[in-house]
């Protein structure tokens, strides 16, 4: 299975790299937010900075993530012939997790081009990044799923993966706050956890129904 997953994951990247069509969109409207934030606010303090860098993480997440299915819509029972569900699921989400990492890094750089990163400690900052994009691609990659069953797909989605990342958000955001020196806590590890054991619970649940659905 794990060469199945790969060489759905190598399908993947490079049927994205030869259209660049969502990336190119999401990275043009990424430095028009950037560049609006800069002309509006010319300098972004530390208490903003949290705030402006999460918002910036959700509209990527919407836009990269949320269409994971709809390119395969019409290939549905020919995969479904090739590859194990399974396979097919780990395949999207290790893409998702790829492209918004990309994405997210690409944020980073515009952010500290435009102002200054005020980050003190990189290693929670780090470890907060990576766990919370794993969470949100698992929640976006089985949502995907079940939008692209449906036919109002972008209202489906919002309603039905917001309240599922809130958590994230909310102890990424907790997270952030502590590692650019705004909260003084040592109990930070509780929001890691958290934020871990929701990944793994998404991970887990999908596993269990995703070839369930995929076979519907």
């Known amino acids: 299975m794990v060469r199945q997953i790969f060489s759905l994951l190598s399908k993947d990247v490079r049927a994205e790299w030869r259209s660049k069509q969502s990336i190119n969109g999401i990275i043009l409207y990424l430095f028009s937010t950037i560049l609006v934030l800069y002309y509006s606010l010319v300098k972004v303090e530390k208490f903003l900075w949290t705030g402006v860098f999460w918002i910036l993480l959700i509209f990527l997440s919407v836009n990269s993530l949320s269409g994971s299915f709809n390119k395969d819509k019409n290939r549905h029972w020919y995969y479904y012939t090739l590859a194990h569900p399974l396979a097919i699921y780990f395949s999207k989400l290790l893409y998702n997790v790829l492209m918004l ?82 909260l003084q806590d040592s109990g930070f590890i509780k929001d890691i956890t958290s934020i871990f054991a929701i990944d793994i619970l998404a991970i887990s649940l999908s596993i269990i129904l995703f070839p369930i659905l995929w076979r519907d």
């Open 101 to 182: 990492s990309v994405m997210t890094m690409l944020s980073l750089f515009l952010l500290s081009t435009f102002f200054n990163i005020p980050i003190q400690d990189w290693w929670i900052f780090f470890i907060t990044l990576v766990i919370s994009i794993l969470g949100i691609s698992a929640i976006f990659t089985f949502i995907s799923l079940l939008t692209s069953k449906a036919n109002d797909q972008g209202t489906l989605m919002a309603i039905l993966a917001t309240p599922l990342i809130f958590p994230i958000l909310m102890s990424g955001s907790r997270l952030s706050m502590i590692s650019i020196g705004i």
